[in-house]
């Protein structure tokens, strides 16, 4: 019985290859980089040509741009498609690139040529909720450019991949003040789950929080000496 | 002497002709030859016998054989070389090209190796450059009407781009200057020059910088005629890479779907940050657009893929900015010299904050009062586990949700 279902299961990979879990592809994914989270994605990355879900917040976004930094960093290139606009300029030294679209149909465009070419490994698109038949454009253009595509919305029926993170509000570990409240953000715990067909998994991890380095100076031309230490003359 | 080109014609009655032209002229002594090689042929004109109509023909494969008759002298040796010949024996042309190239390499010196290529008939003089190749050009004019709508003249420049461009692509070429004329009707011509970054012979990037120009110009009457030529071409970039290196062998694809989103959305889709020190973060960043081929872009001929970083940055959540502050409700607490927010409510929603930190005061724009600013920031962790930043406006009184890290 057991052997006549796994001859049934490799004729119907090798019939319908698209059909095949992704837990079972070839094709090497994407990974994160965060070792972690990459034990809890199925063959240790997001999934090619294919459509992965992210809920957003929760860290997602950390946890994206760590996989596109690792793109590149493997001599890929990545994009991220920033429909919502949230980037903040000031903290995007990544090396994927960066498109800001006006309106949600140019998301949608931008996505789709970007999916199509096959030259970005990975393609983020956040910040847009899209209707049924714009996913189906964008998991067809993913298909046929071979690209991972990861897909930042609360619903989608078409994802081979769901991703959800959370951070429990005691989560958040700070460094305080002298008045014993919280100061400074110094790590945080995600908790992750993953979802595919076969798959189901959990991973725990910590990730930084970076800092937004707010220049407290009264003007942007002045220095901010406050809580420079003062020197001391010595008595004669 | 005269020198005249035959490849590709008959040699024989050009000669012919060119002997008759002189002679018209008053030179009744003119002699002509032909001959494979220009030495075989100067031999045979000034030393050889004059055949039908005063042309001395060489047979074509034969110009060593007639070379090798000639004495030594006729090839006009350097007088350091005349004694040489003679204490080694060598009269004749013939002679001379019978020895190796290294013996006279080694008796005779670089001089006498060109003498012993004459020798052989091995002339590599080059009498005539090589002709210039056409540069590809494609031109329309019409008399019935004349254009003054952009779109109409993109519709007639797109047609002799493909003209052009396909040419360029057959040669194996880019081009890196355009030249653009107008035929107007009030009988004046206006020239745009179009220049791409490296040379190209990629239809759509010129599709792209005709529509730039045509956007920008403004001609003084209709235009009749439109021609294109390429001003300037070079041997398109063939970059050396790893064909198994996927990065290298999608560049192409890559950058035309770039320079597609650029030509539907605007240059601004696609943007790197340029960041000032402005202390207020949603002042602090200019969006600058990048092109296909931006310089930030060190992929092997892909100005689309990027350089490795020297050292990647770890994960880490990071400030995501609302595009614009959000106005929100929020009730608050007294905590020692300030009022902690407690909770908000933002988008008709309420929502409780278990942890503040804060403030950190920002102000400024004391000498501008339309950039005058004091903000009073929180972070706060929701009870749904968000880290967001919140902001009072210390002159409105007013409360702002500015971001949230993720």
Known sequence: MASSVAALRALIEQRFPDAV???????????????EMDRALPKGGFP??????????????????????????????????????????????????????????HAVRAASELLHAGGFRLVVLAGAELAAPQVARLVRAAHEGGGAFVLLTEHSSMAALRLSARIAPEAYRWDHDPFGGPAHVRDVQLDIHVRALGWNARAR????????????????GLADRRGLPRTRLRAP | MLWADGHGLDARALARKTLQLIRDRGTTDARAAVAGTPVAAELAVVFGVVGERGVAVVAPGTDRA????????????????????AALGITTCGDLAALSHESVEVRLGAEGVALWRLARADDRRLIFSPAPRELPHASLDWTDYALKDPERLLFSINALLTRVCGALMADGRGAHELTLTFSL??????????????????????????????????????????????????????????????????????????????????????????????????????????????????HTGGE??????????????????????????????????????????????????????????VSGGAWDPDHLHAREYFRCVTREGVLVWLFRDANAGAWYLHGWWD
Do not use: K
């Open chain 1, 205 to 220: 991890f910590p990730l930084p929080v970076q800092s937004h380095e707010l220049r407290l100076a009264l003007e942007s």
């Open chain 1, 48 to 105: 090619l040509g294919r459509l992965s879900v992210c809920a957003p917040h929760g860290g997602i976004t950390a946890i994206l741009r760590a996989a596109c930094r690792n793109a590149t960093r493997d001599g890929e290139r990545a994009a991220w498609v920033d429909a919502g606009r949230t980037i903040a300029g000031a903290f995007w030294n990544d090396a994927a690139l960066l498109v800001r679209p006006a309106t949600l149909s």
């Open chain 2, 304 to 361: 689309v893929r990027e350089a490795r970083p020297a050292c990647a940055a770890p994960a880490a959540l990071t400030l995501q900015l609302s595009p614009v502050p959000r106005a929100i409700t929020v009730e608050t607490a007294p905590r020692r010299d300030h009022m902690m927010p407690v909770r908000y409510r933002d988008g008709g929603e309420w929502h409780d904050i278990a942890q503040a930190a804060g403030p950190d005061r």
């Open chain 2, 66 to 85: 007639f070379t090798a008759l000639f004495p030594i002298e006729a090839l006009d040796p350097a007088p350091r070389l005349a004694p040489l010949l």
């Open chain 2, 185 to 298: 009707t009030d009988r004046g011509t206006h020239l745009e020059l179009l220049r791409a970054s490296r040379p190209t012979a990629n239809q759509r990037t010129w599709v792209r910088l005709v529509r730039a120009v045509l956007e920008r110009i403004r001609l003084p009457a209709a235009v009749t005629g439109v021609a294109l030529h390429a001003s300037r071409v070079a041997a398109r970039d063939a970059q050396q890479g790893d064909l198994f290196d996927r990065g290298f062998t999608t560049t192409g694809a890559a950058e035309d779907a770039v320079a597609r989103i650029i030509e539907d959305q605007g240059e601004h889709a696609v943007v790197a940050p340029d960041n000032s020190a402005h202390p207020l973060l949603d002042e602090r960043t200019t969006w600058t657009p990048r092109s296909p081929r931006s310089p930030q872009a060190a």
């Open chain 1, 21 to 35: 879990p992704i837990t079972r592809g070839i094709a090497r994914p994407v990974a994160s980089g965060i070792p």
